[in-house]
């Protein structure tokens, strides 16, 4: 039902900074609790960011505190995840994802099942 698709990756130099976003198409998409996720080559898949529905609670790994930031606006149907002060260790593929179920309002049991495609991120030193 929902459908989402991540854009902004690219290569930066140490220290700059991203703006990632996450389009979703459907009808209930501004709905749902949406999430964000990051894969380092040759790592497993690891959590970044969260955000409810309505966009008033959210969530951070606690390593990445302090230089991430999502933010949601329903009406452009878009996730959006800030990077700054990037790291070379923060070069991954990042994917955003939704909820199973809208209106949860959850950041922390979130069941996640639409996927984006992702978007690489690589920043050199």
């Known amino acids: 039902q929902v459908q989402l698709v991540e854009s902004g990756g690219g290569l930066v130099q140490a220290g700059g900074s991203l703006r990632l976003s996450c389009a979703g198409s459907?009808?209930?998409?501004?709905?749902?609790?949406m999430g964000w996720f990051r894969q380092p080559p040759g790592k497993v898949r690891e959590f970044v960011a969260a955000i409810t529905w309505r966009g008033d609670r959210t969530a951070y790994a606690d390593a990445l505190k302090g230089r991430f930031t999502i933010s949601k606006d329903n009406a452009k149907n878009t996730v959006y995840l800030q990077i700054d002060s990037l790291k070379p260790e923060d070069t991954a593929v990042y994917y955003c994802?939704?909820?199973?179920?809208?209106?949860?309002?959850?950041?922390?049991?979130?069941?996640?099942?639409?996927w984006g495609q992702g978007t690489q991120v690589t920043v050199s030193s």
């Open positions: 994802a939704s909820d199973r179920f809208p209106r949860r309002g959850i950041i922390t049991a979130t069941e996640y099942a639409y």
């Open positions: 459907g009808r209930t998409f501004s709905d749902y609790d």
